[in-house]
Structures are given as C-alpha cells and as structure tokens.
C-alpha cells in the first residue's frame, strides 16, 4: 500500500501520540450496541504504550453538523474504551467544530498542538478528506495503524489478486450510491449477486413489475446497459413481498407475505429475496474461493424478512473460500446471527471499503504517503 506503519515512526518513549480512530458506533439509548470499531483499534494502542508513548485517541461519531450536540458526546465511547485501554484520552467528537468537515487548517493546527506523532487507524473514515485525517501527517512524523494497515491488504488483495472464482454479493437499497461499486467489481470479480432494495431496479430494467418495492426510475436505464452488455450480473428469481394493508416492523398491523417470482404485483411490496434465490446464492457462494458481501439481502431486522440476509450469512460463513464482508450492516447482520467469527475478515468499514475497492486508494491513505514533504 506503500504507506508508512508504526516501524517506520521516530522513537515514542515518552512522546505523545495523537491517534485518530473510527470509534462511530453504533447507538441506542445511548448505549454502545457493538463495540467492533474500538476493540479493533487495540492492537494499535497496545503496540503504541509498548513502545512508551502516550496515547490520546480522537474520532468523529455520527453526524452532529459542526455544533456541539450531547446526543453525539463521545462520552459512552470514552467509558467503554477506559475499560478496555485505561489510560487512554479521548478527546471530544471532532464534528463538534465545523473545521474537521471542512478541512480548516487552523483546526488541524489547534488538534496537533503538543503532539510529536500521529497514527490513522480510523479506517472507517479514511475516504473523508476532513483535517483529522488529511492534515496531521503534512506536520507529525504519521504512520498508518495495524487496523488500517490490515483492512487495506486485504481488500486491496481482493482487488489485485483475488483466487477463482471470485463471487461478490452486493445488497442495500440504492443503486445510485453503488453504481461505481457495481462497476468495479464487476471488473474484478467473477460473479456479481444483487439483492436487497437495488435489485427492484434492475428487476424493472428486464421488464418486471416491481409494485411498491424500492425502486430507482432514473437508475434503469444504467441498469439496463449492463445487463445488455451481458456482465456477470446474477437477479433474484423470487422475492419475498408484503402485501396491500401490511407495514414493515409492525406485524399486527396485518398484511400477507409471500414469495412471488421475478415481478411483484400491484399493492404488494417486495422486502427480502426469496427462498429459491437464497438457494442460487448459497450454491454459488459455496463455489467461490474469494467472497466479498456487502449489503443486507432484504430487511433482516424485521423477522419476517431476515431468512435471506441469514441464508447468505450462512453460506458466507460456511464457504471454504477467502470471505471479506463490508460494511456496518452486513456486519450488524453477522452479529445478529452470531455468525461474525466465522468470517474470514469483517471490515469496520462500510463506504470505505466499497471506496477502495473502487478507486485503489483513499484520500487517508495519501496523505499518509505524502506525508511531512508537501
Ligand atoms: C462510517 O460509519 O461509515 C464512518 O465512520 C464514516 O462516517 P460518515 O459516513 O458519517 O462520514
Ligand atoms: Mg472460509
């Protein structure tokens, strides 16, 4: 990846290091509902104190829109964190100051003062060009982190070098968000499976009535160009829909749910793939020697629409091939199932992963590699 990892830093006995991690969990009620994002930075940190340095680590969560907002306060982080790393600073959320988004240089000289190192770890974030990860490393010896420096080998190997076949299984609701994403992994990988709401799309651009599911009628003809260039594209062959009355999330409100086939009827929404597609997909990811899911297959955390987000969950965990899942919630969905330790590498990132499989590179990663010269 050709940046620089924590060997390559000055000596840190007592130097004070400033650590930008991606501690962006999620929340409910303000209690951390999976902590993934802060146990991976540990490795780090542990490596960092071994070498005598004291750490203060910073992070963005959520989207507080550059005011101070105690629904953001890092505070549930900072207790979690102190039990696993006592010792360790964390300072305020960073989108507390409108200068990290816009990656103000008084903000960066204000977060760097009294630090004599930097270390990125917050892979989850590097595709944002925002000071506190773009600017430390034009004026701090900087380095990438063990978990930056991880998810990049391995997503850049699923890019560059990845063992035949190599199956990827694409959900989410927007096409839009994931036209580029489509386009890049159809160049890498050898299949490429599409459910969730994005599917309806290109459902509709063969001909099919999709009812009310989601659907993008600015996307079709996009959609339609790559199935008629004839990409390894591989469809639902049924759905699971919800009919006319029924509401997601609210079961007792009534409403049918049925497997159709390829087209949805009128009044009838399709939320999940079906039990012959679930099938198609274990078969072909059971086949796979490299394996890349992103993105829930229907919406798993209604019950009623989970079985294929968990059929594919399963095959992924089951396969015998190389699997890398991305993604907060895909990986959300792991753990709902209880699958997640058996997933080969389990990204802490969601756009930044799709965004270095697309690009090859991410705005962090470069100002890593420029570093203190520019
Ligand atoms: C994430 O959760 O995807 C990262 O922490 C980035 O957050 P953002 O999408 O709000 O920039
Ligand atoms: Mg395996």
Redesign the pocket.
């Known amino acids: 990846m050709g940046v620089p990892t924590l060997e390559d830093l000055p000596p840190l006995q007592g130097k004070r290091v400033l650590l930008r991690a991606?501690f962006?969990v999620p929340l409910a009620d303000g209690k951390i509902t999976d902590d993934l994002r802060i146990r991976a930075a540990l490795p780090t940190i542990e490596w960092l104190r071994g070498q005598g340095a004291e750490v203060t680590a910073c992070t963005?969560l959520?989207?507080p829109k550059g005011k101070a907002d105690p629904k953001y306060s890092v505070e549930p982080v900072r207790e979690r964190l102190g039990e696993l790393a006592p010792g360790v600073e964390l300072l305020e959320n960073l989108r507390f100051d409108p200068g990290e988004e816009a990656n103000d240089p008084a903000f960066v000289a204000r977060l760097i003062d009294g630090f004599d190192a930097y270390v990125n770890d917050a892979f989850?974030?590097s595709h944002?060009a925002h000071a506190s990860i773009v600017g430390p490393p034009r004026f701090l010896p900087s380095a990438a982190g063990r978990l930056l420096a991880q998810e990049v080998d391995v997503l850049l190997g699923l890019r560059d070098n990845p063992k035949r076949k190599f199956t990827a299984i694409l959900g989410g609701s927007k096409v839009s968000d994931k036209l580029a994403v489509i386009e890049a992994l159809l160049d890498v990988a050898d299949e490429l499976l599409i459910g969730g709401g994005m599917c309806f799309t290109f459902l509709a651009a063969q001909g099919n009535p999709v009812g009310n599911s989601l659907f993008e009628a600015d996307q079709v003809d996009a959609c339609k160009a790559l199935l008629d260039a004839g990409r390894p594209i591989v469809l639902p062959s049924d759905i699971t829909a919800l009919g006319p009355g029924g509401e997601l999330f609210a079961p007792e409100k009534g409403g049918d749910v049925r497997q159709v086939g390829t087209g949805v009827p009128d009044g009838w929404m399709g939320v999940d793939v079906g039990p012959g597609t679930a099938a198609d997909f274990g078969d072909r990811i059971a086949e796979a020697r490299t394996v890349f899911w992103n993105g829930p297959m229907g919406v798993f955390e209604d019950p009623r629409f989970e079985a294929g987000t968990r059929a594919v969950a399963e095959a992924v965990a089951d396969a015998h091939g190389f699997t890398v899942v991305g993604g907060?919630d895909s990986a959300a969905a792991l753990a709902q199932f209880g699958l997640d330790d058996r997933i080969d590498h389990v990204s802490t990132?969601?756009?930044?992963s799709l965004e270095l499989l697309e690009q090859g590179d991410l705005p962090g990663l470069h100002a890593l590699r420029e570093g203190i010269a520019t």
Do not use: P, V
Not at 349 to 352: E, H, M, P
């Open positions: 991606d962006n963005h959520g989207r989850g974030a944002r907060g990132g969601g756009g930044a």
